[in-house]
């Protein structure tokens, strides 16, 4: 059986690519008609779990009616430069968009996601010592070298 295939417990001919399940290509870029059989859809099923793709001439209650903001921002330190257009010596940190936790009893904290690529003092003086390190280990073979001949 083949997610997606709604044609109920019939075998149907569908075209299939690399990362479609039921089927492993052997050639990059292959591309083969292959028989799946179908889901079982029918009345004695109780929930469907679906994806809405398009919206239809109405809106469904409560679920496409009323527009849903996003509650996490972005965890990569260029993408939240990119987002709030920050300079490259401004602190993303303080920037990062965080979520609120409310609870009842509790006093409110903020959650804030690990950001990402974010270079660091530390980061640039490791890259520093090893590009160092490269450049010392290759003069010292150098001066082996030249001893040799």
């Known amino acids: ?78 993408r939240i430069r990119k987002l709030l257009s920050l300079f490259k010596d401004d602190d993303v940190r303080q920037c990062v968009v965080m979520g609120l936790l409310n609870k009842e009893g509790k006093k409110p904290r903020t959650k804030a996601p690990k950001i990402q690529r974010l270079v660091t003092p530390r980061n640039s003086q490791g890259k520093c010592r090893r590009i160092a390190q490269k450049t010392q280990s290759s003069k010292k073979n150098k001066e082996e070298a030249a001893r040799r001949h």
Not at 53 to 76: F, H, S, Y
Request: proline letters at 9%; hydrophobic letters at 30%.
């Open 1 to 78: 059986m083949m997610t997606g295939n709604f044609i109920p417990l019939t075998r149907s001919v569908r075209p299939l690519s690399k990362g479609h399940s039921c089927y492993r290509p052997r050639r990059t870029g292959e591309r083969k008609c292959r028989s799946v059989q179908g889901y079982a859809v029918d009345a004695n099923l109780s929930v469907l779990n679906l994806v809405i793709v398009k919206n239809g001439e109405k809106d469904i209650p409560g679920l496409t009616d009323a527009p849903v903001p996003c509650c996490l921002g972005p965890k990569r330190a260029r």
